[in-house]
């Protein structure tokens, strides 16, 4: 990262080392890699096998190959025969995958392209409950710790038609 260089950053982060590209000698600014020790992406279909199809716009393949343990959650599970990338997905085999979670909607209240939009009313609530510590204890109440399963959390957010 040239950005990185000569900058402040570089005095607090002694993990940043600087390298020298052998083919321009342009020095650069590595970072040691991100290893998560668990990762929940979203998918747009995945078989049982773990092998799912994710939207190619995000970083999603990237990380699952780099955590420990990835969790794909699917808006549909399907034979492995149909998990195929199409024009807006990526691939990512089932060496990376650990578990395979069937959730319709499993991405709400982000988007999941060419299924549903940004829940903004939703999305706007988090944003201010998340102000205080009391009013997010009552929104993780409410979405979260309340719900029995992930359809009673659809119920309650009202997102059947998704706002």
Known sequence: MIGLLNSDYMKIRRDIKVIKDPYSGNEYAVVPPIVPDVAVIHAF??????????DSFRNDRLLATAAKKTIAVVEELVDEKDVVAGKFGVYVSAIHIDA????????????????????????????????????????????????????????IVNAGGIR
């Open 100 to 155: 395979v979670v069937h959730a319709l909607n499993g991405a709400h209240p982000t988007s999941c392209r060419d299924r549903y939009g940004l829940d903004l009313k939703h999305l706007n609530e988090y944003m201010e409950a998340s102000k205080t510590e009391k009013t997010f204890e009552a929104y993780l109440k409410k979405y979260v710790l309340e719900p029995k399963d992930h359809e009673e959390y659809m119920q």
């Open 45 to 54: 279909k995945g078989a049982r096998s773990g092998a799912v199809v994710t």
